[in-house]
């Protein structure tokens, strides 16, 4: 039973890693997304830091990009840049692949 058992905890020391991982990548796209989203608002410098940063933090708010999403419909739409909720995904889908190749640049 101790193969099966050091099986058992490699893969799951692999899981833990691998979503160890996959919710900092998350996070680095919210980040980029959140400055997108910022530059598009005309905010710059320290204000757009910062706006970056409610954008992390309102991925924790429910599980999925929803909670992200509707706050940068809501923000874009409040600040008179009204955008749509498939181009603020697609923008997500596009900043998950710069994420990831920061992520591991800097890992390195």
Same mark, same amino acid.
């Given at each position: 039973? @101790?193969t099966? /058992? ?6 799951? *020391?692999?899981?833990?890693? /691998?979503q160890? #991982? ?8 919210? *980040?980029? #997304?959140? #400055?997108?989203?910022?530059?598009v608002?005309? *905010? ?12 992390? #933090?309102? /991925?924790?708010?429910?599980?999925g ?10 923000d874009?739409?409040?600040a008179?840049?009204? @955008?749509?909720?498939? @181009? ?12 990831? @190749?920061?992520?591991?640049? /800097?890992?390195k």
């Amino acid at each position: 039973m @101790t193969t099966f /058992d050091d099986r058992q905890k490699s893969f799951e *020391k692999k899981f833990e890693r /691998d979503q160890d #991982l996959q919710f900092k990548v998350n996070a680095r796209r919210n *980040k980029l #997304l959140g #400055l997108w989203a910022a530059g598009v608002m005309a *905010k710059s410098g320290a204000d757009a830091e910062g706006y970056a940063k409610e954008v992390v #933090l309102a /991925d924790f708010e429910k599980p999925g990009d929803d909670d992200v999403v509707q706050k940068l419909v809501k923000d874009l739409a409040a600040a008179g840049k009204p @955008t749509e909720e498939q @181009t603020i995904r697609k923008q997500a889908e596009r900043l998950m692949g710069e994420a990831k @190749t920061q992520f591991m640049a /800097d890992t390195k």
